[in-house]
């Protein structure tokens, strides 16, 4: 079984790790090369010295439905880490929190007539037992779900959340993509100890006791095609490899290779993605009560969601501090981008305030400012057949990332998931 060959994968997020996974497992020698000094990619976080839990930069968690992450989880024996529970989800509207999270929460929706909630209910209910969603890739979203969903409760609940997250993009965002958020959501959601930082490392000391190498610290900058193979070479050493698998953002490698520069402008090119960011406040008190995630649906709040982890999750394990999430998707020229968090804060203050008017400076502890460029990709109309081919047209070289997992979304359990059928297509060239 051993020895099949040498593979090197750049990037040691959960797509990495996953593709590591099943590598290794069908005998190949691997090696992982990451250029942070930790894995999880956008699932890493930071830990402060009164904290026994690390946070995650941007805001996760799992759902029930999550098979493939659980999958691996339980593979690697680390099951027992996991923890679910029920936290409350809610809407901000008419300057009102709403909870809005069971099938209930629609029959006590206070904005909408009986007609109005049945017609909701019976849309929704149809997107979460339709088993086709690529069918539905040629609607547009803000078209159809006036239809299928009532005009009232898409223009009060749906299209604010679509304009707030796409922008001028939110028209062109299909349906397929919209039925995938409500297919996988589940209320009960899952958290892992420590939190998703920990998560990785764990896999990490499990894949290292199985074999496979990881260097840290290491950035890459160019793929070179020699007589022995393939060859990555890095700012500190190089890395010889019979086949590479490359699962960081596209701009990252687009021009380690000529090769690699035509399968980006045939592939990448023109396609437009969002980058994440999050404000994370350290409170004194709760600033949203009990309620765990909160959607912003009141048109002109600068964030798209509040989310107070530690409606989630114990504050005992961030020694009692209230930890806050607010969050945003932006393109890449928003001036959010280069705004430093004290003045971000200042921006997002007065509406923090009238979600809780009993906030007060004072009861700030600290502030912190996490972005990504590359986190969430637009999905158009007939996205199918515009999906990166994992295959990049150069012998050996392959890449998985999440303009891949359509119709999903970006998450955890869809990262493990493009790692293993990334490793799945390398095993059968």
């Not at 890459?220 to 990555?232: P, S, Y």
């Amino acid at each position: 079984m051993k020895n099949k060959g040498k593979i090197v994968i750049i990037g040691a997020g959960f797509s990495g790790l996953s593709a590591a996974y099943w590598l290794n497992r069908a005998g190949y020698k691997v090696k992982v090369v990451e250029a942070k000094s930790q894995a999880g990619g956008l699932g890493a976080g930071f830990k402060l010295n009164n904290w026994d839990w690390r946070l995650e930069y941007f805001y996760h968690h799992l759902f029930a439905s999550d098979k493939k992450v659980f999958d691996l989880i339980r593979r690697m024996g680390l099951s027992d880490k996991v923890v679910f529970k029920r936290p409350v989800t809610g809407l901000w509207i008419k300057d009102k929190t709403i909870r809005f999270d069971s099938p209930l929460d629609v029959v006590r929706y206070p904005f909408l007539g009986w007609g109005e909630k049945m017609r909701l209910g019976a849309g929704v209910a149809f997107l979460k037992l339709w088993p086709f969603g690529v069918r539905l890739e040629r609607f547009r979203a803000n078209q159809a779900l006036p239809i299928l969903l009532g005009s009232h409760g898409y223009q009060q609940i749906f299209k604010p959340l679509l304009s707030a997250k796409f922008g001028k993009w939110a028209d062109k965002v299909n349906l397929a993509w919209f039925w995938a958020r409500i297919k996988a959501r589940t209320a009960k959601l899952g958290y892992y100890q420590g939190g998703f930082g920990q998560l990785a490392d764990d896999m990490v000391a499990f894949l290292k006791s199985q074999g496979v190498e990881f260097v840290f610290g290491e950035k890459v900058n160019r793929l070179i095609n020699n007589k022995a193979g393939l060859l990555l070479a890095g700012e500190k050493e190089r890395h010889e490899a019979d086949q590479v698998l490359l699962t960081t953002p596209p701009d990252n490698w687009r021009g380690w290779h000529k090769g690699l520069t035509a399968y980006w402008s045939s592939h990448f090119a023109g396609k437009v993605f969002l980058g994440a960011q999050t404000l994370v406040l350290r409170l004194k008190k709760p600033l949203l009560n009990q309620t765990y995630w909160l959607n912003i649906n009141e048109a002109g709040y600068p964030f798209l969601i509040v989310a107070e982890h530690t409606n989630f999750m114990d504050k005992k394990d961030y020694g009692g501090e209230h930890l806050v999430y607010v969050g945003n998707y932006l393109t890449d020229k928003h001036p959010f981008w280069q705004k430093k968090k004290e003045g971000l804060l200042d921006i997002f203050w007065p509406f923090l305030t009238k979600i809780n008017k009993d906030l007060k400076k004072q009861d700030v502890i600290g502030v912190e400012k996490f972005q990504a460029r590359f986190a969430q990709p637009v999905v158009g109309v007939h996205y199918s057949r515009q999906i990166p081919p994992i295959k990049t047209g150069i012998n050996g070289v392959y890449v998985a990332n999440m303009f891949q997992v359509y119709p999903w979304d970006r998450g955890i359990n869809y990262a493990v998931g493009i790692g293993k059928k990334a490793a799945e297509l390398i095993l059968i060239s």
